[in-house]
């Protein structure tokens, strides 16, 4: 019999840590917060699913989950730009405004879905990036995705980039709805 750990917290306001959440070691996480939210480093046996409602994500140190993840931040940003994390499954990113997003992974990355609002978005793998979902962009600000040597395969018929994209990886495919 498997047994499956499920941590789930909710902030009724900004949370204080000294360091953050501090170093995870669980199944699942469902964190939610009504400002600021630092994921700390760690390990997450499952999904982990991560809510601002309008302050910044951000981690401490390096972050290994290996279900699906995903951040909403509202109106604000998102810093999961760590080299070293590991997103095992999916990965879905949302927020609003001009706060900026920026993920990193030290292998594959794999986006579930991707709506952000008109601030930079940095995505950084170190292997290939390959999408289930559109990536859509509300506001004109810069898209960074760097694979390295691997491949980027963004072919959804629905990614709307509304700003500047500029691509680095081995071999390159990319769809824009905007594209003449």
């Known amino acids: 019999m498997a047994i499956v750990e499920t941590m789930t917290s ?3 306001s900004n949370p204080v840590f000294a360091g953050g959440v501090g ?3 669980v199944g699942s996480l469902n964190a939610t917060s009504q ?11 499952g999904d982990l699913v991560a809510a601002s409602n309008g302050g910044l994500v951000t981690q ?3 972050l290994s989950v290996t279900g699906n993840t995903s951040v909403a931040a ?3 940003g998102i810093d999961l730009s760590n080299a070293a994390n590991s997103w095992g499954g999916s990965v879905a990113l949302s927020n609003s405004g001009a706060g900026s997003v920026a993920l990193s ?4 990355l794999l986006l579930a879905g991707v709506n952000v609002g008109s601030g930079p978005l940095s995505l950084t793998a170190g292997g290939p990036i390959t999408q ?4 859509t962009q509300t506001g004109a600000g810069a898209v960074s995705i ?4 691997s491949d980027i395969t963004l072919v959804n018929a629905g990614n709307n980039f509304a700003g500047a994209v500029g691509l680095t990886g081995a071999t390159v495919q990319i769809v824009d709805q905007n594209a003449p």
């Open 35 to 45: 400002g600021a939210l630092n994921l700390g480093s760690g390990s997450v046996g």
């Open 10 to 12: 909710v902030f009724a």
């Open 74 to 76: 509202g109106n604000a």
């Open 132 to 135: 289930g979902a559109a990536i």
């Open 60 to 62: 401490t140190g390096a």
């Open 146 to 149: 760097n694979a390295g040597a």
């Open 105 to 108: 992974d030290s292998g594959a």
């Open 23 to 25: 170093t995870l070691a």
